[in-house]
């Protein structure tokens, strides 16, 4: 059975962000992966298999090892829909800060 799995569901989980600050710099094998964290084995898989089916990462077959990357097109979509909320609240911080130096300056 194939999931679809929301994207933002898969990056909410802390291990799962562990994982793909793992990966962002070079591909990891499924253990190399483990060797990180205080888990079982299969309970990385799983997380492994979570961010494959959501694109965020790609399986790629070496031999008879299977190596683990970031998919940077996924991680390009997600910052790309994070970014309007981003220069919101930066536009909103910048108005307080101007208002709160105008306030401290009038004292």
């Known amino acids: 059975m194939n999931l679809r799995r929301d994207v933002f569901q898969a990056i909410a ?6 994982i793909l600050l793992l990966v962002a710099t070079h591909s990891m094998t499924a253990g190399a992966i483990a060797a990180n964290f205080d888990t079982a084995r299969p309970t990385v898989s799983k997380h492994l ?4 089916e959501c694109q965020l990462l790609q399986a790629e ?3 008879r090892e299977i190596h683990y990357h970031l ?3 996924k991680v390009k979509e997600i910052a790309d829909f994070i970014d309007p909320f981003r220069k919101l609240w930066d536009d909103r911080f910048n108005k307080l800060e101007a ?3 105008n306030y401290s300056s009038e004292q």
């Open 13 to 18: 989980d802390p291990t799962r962000r562990a």
């Open 49 to 52: 298999q979570i961010l494959t």
């Open 61 to 63: 077959q070496n031999g």
């Open 71 to 73: 998919n940077p097109q």
């Open 99 to 101: 208002i709160m130096k």
